[in-house]
């Protein structure tokens, strides 16, 4: 996967990439990053990439022509035309699913907006996607991205050090990841429980599996609600939750 990131802060996007597993992954060569700075494509003599709003109003907007510019020297160089994701509050939620399909992606152009936002025409003709990372308003498209890159990249094959782990953890399977310990056995006077010391595999899945649930009820019923209506949990697993209701009214 080659990540494109058109911004007007390229050292916020590589210093932000470049450690743990991120740049680990980067010096395997299973992906890249490359932030291309939109203000090198400024057209007059003081570089600058904004303007104020034709019919008034607050700030000032991102220019058509920087922008185009910078993509199109990206997509130039590519054999078809990459899926272009707008960063903005305006586009749809980001989730787990939508990290699945766009790791399927070979080359991926996150375009970053700064001020209150990109001149529309530019966006009509490159944007393929909008993407919000949740309700409420950051000051650029930059950390948006970041957790774009980071949250595909993780599933990229070879970039996690445990093949599986992307698989097990919470919401690849639609419930809450259980909670986990690490020695010591007893800390500060909380002990490890004991079915985690028994060495029984399967019942140390079975409680991992209740404890999920347990976790996903209490912290995201939503979600329990959408396995539930989805046919995930198992006979044993729903009279586990019938259980639990009853106990709980
Ligand atoms: N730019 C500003 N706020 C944003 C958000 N919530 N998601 C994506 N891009 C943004």
Same mark, same amino acid.
């Given at each position: 996967?080659?990540?494109?990131?058109?911004?007007?802060?390229?050292?916020? *996007?590589?210093?932000?990439?470049?450690?743990? *597993?991120?740049?680990?992954?980067?010096?395997?060569? #299973?992906?890249?990053?490359?932030?291309?700075?939109?203000?090198?494509?400024?057209?007059?003599?003081?570089?600058?990439? &904004?303007?104020?709003?034709?019919?008034?109003?607050?700030?000032?907007?991102?220019?058509?022509?920087?922008?185009?510019?910078?993509?199109?020297?990206?997509?130039?160089?590519?054999?078809?035309?990459?899926?272009?994701?707008?960063?903005?509050?305006?586009?749809?939620?980001?989730?787990?699913?939508?990290? $699945?399909?766009?790791?399927?992606?070979?080359?991926?152009?996150?375009?970053?907006?700064?001020?209150?936002?990109?001149?529309?025409?530019?966006?009509?003709?490159?944007?393929?996607?909008?993407?919000?990372?949740?309700?409420?308003? #950051?000051?650029?498209?930059?950390?948006?991205?970041?957790?774009?890159? &980071?949250? *595909?990249?993780?599933?990229?094959?070879?970039?996690?050090?445990? &093949?599986?782990?992307?698989?097990?953890?919470?919401?690849?399977?639609?419930? #809450?990841?259980?909670?986990?310990?690490?020695?010591?056995?007893?800390?500060?006077?909380?002990?490890?429980?004991?079915?985690?010391?028994?060495?029984?595999?399967?019942? *140390?899945?079975?409680?991992?599996?209740?404890?999920?649930?347990?976790?996903?009820? $209490?912290?995201?019923?939503?979600?329990?609600?959408?396995?539930?209506?989805?046919?995930? #949990?198992?006979?044993?697993?729903?009279?586990?939750?019938?259980?639990?209701?009853?106990?709980? $009214?």
């Amino acid at each position: 996967m080659n990540f494109h990131i058109l911004t007007l802060f390229p050292e916020m *996007i590589m210093n932000g990439l470049n450690t743990s *597993i991120i740049g680990r992954a980067v010096n395997k060569g #299973l992906l890249s990053i490359e932030a291309v700075n939109i203000r090198d494509y400024a057209f007059n003599k003081h570089q600058s990439v &904004d303007d104020y709003p034709y019919g008034g109003g607050a700030g000032m907007l991102m220019q058509a022509e920087p922008v185009y510019l910078a993509y199109e020297a990206i997509a130039g160089k590519l054999a078809k035309k990459p899926r272009v994701v707008y960063l903005s509050p305006q586009g749809e939620t980001f989730s787990q699913k939508m990290a $699945e399909e766009l790791a399927k992606e070979e080359e991926l152009v996150l375009l970053c907006g700064h001020y209150e936002g990109i001149d529309e025409r530019v966006l009509e003709e490159i944007v393929t996607d909008y993407v919000s990372i949740g309700d409420y308003v #950051l000051t650029g498209g930059e950390l948006p991205a970041m957790v774009m890159v &980071d949250t *595909i990249s993780r599933l990229i094959p070879g970039v996690l050090h445990n &093949d599986v782990s992307a698989e097990f953890e919470s919401f690849q399977d639609h419930l #809450l990841e259980y909670p986990q310990y690490s020695r010591p056995e007893e800390w500060r006077g909380k002990k490890v429980p004991s079915v985690l010391l028994s060495g029984h595999h399967a019942n *140390i899945e079975k409680w991992r599996r209740e404890q999920s649930i347990i976790r996903t009820k $209490e912290r995201r019923p939503d979600l329990l609600q959408k396995c539930v209506d989805n046919g995930l #949990l198992d006979k044993r697993e729903m009279k586990f939750l019938r259980e639990l209701d009853e106990n709980i $009214e």
